[in-house]
């Protein structure tokens, strides 16, 4: 089951692709294990919902209609809300070949798949990546109280003014 926590909310996946039935494949993938999923049909649509919504989890489409996939990575990776810790996964519509594995790696993507998708694989992987996210929010939560004052330390301070 796709929760972060007992009783927390399921986690959320934003799928971005303009193919509707690679989307619904991934969707029908997630939804029944418990996963939120939202939908972005562009990269436009994928930054805005990403920022918005703070997804646990990315997966672009690499060739939507407007940005490349590796570019909507790249500005998420950018952007201080969003940063590196989300797992964002792009996929492709034929085989992945190396060039374009590397390529999304380095625009921080954590695994570039392409078709077909082993649904599977795919949710033992996003378990993993997850359990990744859960356990550095958490760091990165409990860094920012003073675990005896249960106060915020200079850096929640700042953190907590820039999401003002």
Not at 47 to 64: F, G, H, K, M, S
Not at 112 to 141: S, V
Request: proline share 5%; aromatic share 8%; glycine share 8%.
């Amino acid at each position: 089951m796709a929760e972060q926590s007992q009783g927390a909310r399921p986690f959320v996946a934003l799928i971005a692709n303009d193919q509707e039935w690679s989307a619904r494949s991934l969707d029908s993938i997630l939804s029944p294990q418990g996963y939120t999923v939202i939908r972005a049909y562009t990269g436009l649509q994928a930054l805005e919902r990403a920022r918005t919504a703070r997804p646990d989890l990315v997966i672009l489409d690499a060739q939507l209609p407007d940005i490349h996939g590796l570019e909507v990575c790249k500005q998420l990776r950018a952007d201080p809300r969003f940063g590196r810790l989300t797992p964002i996964v792009i996929t492709t519509a034929g085989p992945s070949g190396r060039t374009q594995r590397l390529a999304a790696y380095e625009a921080g993507a954590w695994e570039f798949y392409g078709q077909p998708l082993d649904g599977e694989a795919l949710l033992a992987r996003f378990n993993t990546f997850l359990e990744a996210k859960l356990e550095a929010d958490a760091l990165r939560e409990a860094a920012m109280l003073d675990a005896s004052s249960g106060l915020y330390t200079v850096r929640g301070l700042a953190h907590r003014a820039r999401e003002i």
